[in-house]
């Protein structure tokens, strides 16, 4: 069983930056792949950004060049760096794992996003 907690959203004016971080229990390292998505209510939940195992970086197009996803293994910790936000970026965001291949992903329980002034 695989915990995440995130954290570090809020409220932030556009043009702002933000970082998210997610806590996860047990060796990130091994994980298969991790990644952010986020969600709108009425929405299917979107794909961010994912990190495989092997540090390869996957972002969707509307976040390229402004969104940076990284994770510290020694920390189990996954980032989320998010800078130029627009008022489209909020969201409810939330950490995901797969441990491995085909298995199903664990998720976190969200955190707020909200880009306004």
């Known amino acids: 069983q695989v915990q995440l907690v995130e954290s570090g959203g809020g409220l932030v004016q556009p043009g702002g930056s933000l970082s998210l971080s997610c806590a996860g229990s047990g060796s990130i390292s091994t994980f298969y792949r991790m990644g952010w998505y986020r969600q709108v209510p009425g929405k299917e939940r979107d794909m961010v950004a994912f990190?495989?195992?092997?540090?390869?970086?996957y972002y969707a197009d509307s976040v390229k060049g402004r969104f940076t996803i990284s994770r510290d293994n020694a920390k189990n910790t996954l980032y989320l760096q998010m800078s130029s936000l627009k008022p489209d970026d909020t969201a409810v965001y939330y950490c995901?794992?797969?441990?491995?291949?085909?298995?199903?992903?664990?998720w976190g329980q969200g955190t707020q996003v909200t880009v306004s002034s």
């Open positions: 990190i495989t195992s092997g540090g390869s970086t």
């Open positions: 995901s794992a797969k441990t491995s291949i085909g298995t199903a992903p664990y």
